[in-house]
């Protein structure tokens, strides 16, 4: 028997992810998970009542999006620790940043599997936190932006199976979601809203793209601040959310975004990626809050055990527990922030607040979607 996310919050996860590496040299060589699960739990934050293990989907699962031939493949990839030259070539295994690694097919689909739960433990409302969900560049048939398996797609689609026909999809990663954008094209049941890095990869989600009117981006300049990201979620995004007044909403919060992040420019604290969480709980009665991209241990940590905390209502304090710092002291980072990194990341949550101007292509930005209506 699960726990009802009526009641309170549920924090879904797996110790698939600890210890499992894209390999040393990958970006994702670094705990995120795990660190963020191992944080909660010495802050006495995730009691064994609501925590849920992740299951793994099954190919029937997957293949609600993603081509029976893909699944088989990673699955071989997995097996064998190879690929053909055909399997990459089509599928993009073992190639462009989608390495072949020891879980390669079972972290995924337990990413999936931990999303769909997700979805369907809310089916009623409620809401779950699964820090593992989140990999939105996937493709129905090949790899693409470190993500094999699209776990938001799958989690949408499991909403939309139950009867659900109204949802917004809200994603602050550094990069665009390409891959549920294009997903739900043209479908008006779900609204895709992307706030990223303009001008970095996959190098789409321009502002006009609509995606048939599916779509709502927001390609924000480097360095974009805490002021910036809050002046469109007041002035753009909440009131696209509130005309929509959806039945569910799906978070997708990449810590990638954040000033301290070694693969984008943006210049936000966690204090940003927090409020995004308190505003949008209360805009729906069905939220899942999933994460996504941050190759920084201690930020991508951090980051996501605030959101749990912001979820639960509970206090962050200034200075960690001891527990709590000895986790964080125990991580590694072979980039050259890891060298020598500030007492703060081992001994707080909280970022120091990263306000500032709010410069004029982000004015623009929500001056466009003010100009605009929804679809009906």
């Known amino acids: 028997m699960h726990p009802d996310p009526r009641l309170a919050p549920v924090y879904i996860g797996s110790e698939i992810y600890r210890n499992s590496s894209y390999g040393p040299k990958h970006p994702l060589a670094i705990p995120r998970v795990s660190t963020c699960t191992d944080l909660c739990r010495a802050l006495g934050w995730l009691p064994d009542s609501c925590f849920v293990e992740a299951p793994m989907a099954t190919d029937a699962e997957l293949a609600r999006f993603h081509h029976p031939a893909y699944v088989a493949a990673l699955r071989r990839a997995e097996a064998t620790q190879s690929v053909s030259p055909e399997d990459r070539a089509r599928f993009r295994i073992g190639a462009e940043g989608n390495p072949i690694y020891r879980e390669m ?18 089916r009623d409302g409620g809401v779950v936190h699964c820090p ?15 993500c094999f398996i699209n776990d938001p797609v799958l989690g949408l689609y499991a909403w939309l199976d139950s009867g659900l026909d109204n949802i917004v999809y809200l994603d602050i990663d550094a990069h665009h979601g390409d891959g549920v954008q294009d997903a739900f094209h043209g479908d008006d049941r779900v609204l895709t809203i992307s706030v990223h890095e303009a001008g970095r990869w996959p190098f789409t989600g321009a502002a006009e793209d609509r995606a048939g009117g599916a779509a709502r981006n927001f390609p924000v300049p480097p360095g974009c601040n805490d002021s910036e990201l809050d002046l469109l979620m007041q002035r753009a995004i909440l009131p696209l959310i509130g005309a929509r007044r959806p039945q569910a909403i799906m978070l997708q919060c990449g810590a990638d975004a954040l000033e301290e992040d070694p693969l984008a420019k943006l210049a ?3 204090n940003a990626h927090w409020s995004v969480v308190r505003t949008v709980r209360g805009l729906a009665p069905r939220l899942v809050v999933l994460g ?10 951090r980051c996501w055990t605030g959101i749990w905390a912001t979820l639960n209502d509970s206090p962050i304090p200034d200075q960690l527990p001891p527990a709590a710092e000895a986790v964080l002291r125990e991580l590694r980072f072979d980039r050259a922030a890891g060298r020598n990194p500030p007492a703060h990341w081992f001994t707080t949550l909280r970022d120091a607040p990263r306000d500032g101007p709010v410069r004029a292509p982000v004015k623009h930005l929500a001056e466009l979607a003010l100009m605009e209506t929804l679809p009906a």
């Open 268 to 270: 936000l604290s966690n």
């Open 132 to 146: 593992g969900g989140g990999t939105h560049h996937g493709r129905p048939d090949r790899a693409s932006g470190f």
């Open 292 to 301: 996504g991209g941050g190759y920084n241990p201690w930020t991508v940590g």
């Open 105 to 122: 097919f079972r972290r995924p689909a337990i990413s999936a599997g931990g999303v769909i739960l997700a979805a369907r433990l809310t």
